[in-house]
T-cell receptor, first 114, second 116 residues
Framework: DADVTQTPRNRITKTGKRIMLECSQT?????MYWYRQDPGLGLRLIYY???????NKGEISDGYSVSRQAQAKFSLSLESAIPNQTALYFC?????????????FGDGTRLSIL | GDSVTQMEGPVTLSEEAFLTINCTYT??????LFWYVQYPGEGLQLLLK?????DKGSNKGFEATYRKETTSFHLEKGSVQVSDSAVYFC???????????????FGQGTILTVHP
């Protein structure tokens, strides 16, 4: 079983709909992250959480919200989806303890907004 | 703010050719540096890392050396294989403390295709 699981893997929806992407992990890591990937732009950080009570905005948080329901679960919501939110979304986790801790990624959710 | 710049792609090589993917960075403090690889349909996987100046990270025949004087972390492999075809991302993790501690900043990615 994957250590970082994202659901759904693919989603097509319409403009204005509310969407939730879910992430769960079995690695026991405190830190969790949501990124979006667009061609030619690499990965950009949307939100991150260093523990259940600590949630922070990343560089592109407008139009998104998150919920850290437990240490193992971190969900991303698009309250009213728009076409330019069409992208590949990744969840990641890492241990606490310093800048040299690598991040561990799920396989991504491909989201298309029509 | 922190930033990472990778060489433009895509890069197309024949099997057994030498690979270099350039990466330079801008950061305050003393970041840790990473290379991640993304195979088709999958998430990113850590390929190698270096945490201080002059450190060399290595894995699966790939190497990269943390060069503080040139703010670079170029990825190299002496003989690529078809199975190395993937997207490669250079990234840095800030080290200044506070609430941003440990966040990754990524380059734009370089697509590598290796032909038999």
């Amino acid at each position: 079983d994957a250590d970082v699981t994202q659901t759904p893997r693919n989603r097509i929806t319409k403009t204005g709909k509310r969407i939730m992407l879910e992430c769960s992990q079995t690695k026991g890591h405190d830190r969790m992250y949501w990124y979006r990937q667009d061609p030619g732009l690499g990965l950009r950080l949307i939100y991150y959480s260093f523990d259940v009570k600590d949630i922070n905005k990343g560089e592109i948080s407008d139009g998104y919200s998150v919920s850290r329901q437990a240490q193992a679960k971190f969900s991303l919501s698009l309250e009213s989806a728009i076409p330019n939110q069409t992208a590949l979304y990744f969840c990641a986790t890492s241990e606490s303890g310093g800048a040299n801790q690598p991040q561990h990624f799920g396989d991504g959710t491909r989201l298309s907004i029509l | 703010g922190d930033s990472v710049t990778q060489m433009e792609g895509p890069v197309t090589l024949s099997e057994e050719a030498f690979l270099t993917i350039n990466c330079t960075y801008t950061a305050t403090g003393y970041p840790s540096l990473f290379w991640y690889v993304q195979y088709p349909g999958e998430g990113l996987q850590l390929l190698l890392k270096a945490t201080k100046a002059d450190d060399k990270g290595s894995n699966k025949g790939f190497e990269a050396t943390y060069r503080k004087e040139t703010t670079s972390f170029h990825l190299e492999k002496g003989s690529v294989q078809v199975s190395d075809s993937a997207v490669y991302f250079c990234a840095l993790s800030d080290s200044m403390g506070g609430t941003s501690y440990g966040k990754l900043t990524f380059g734009q990615g370089t697509i590598l295709t290796v032909h038999p």
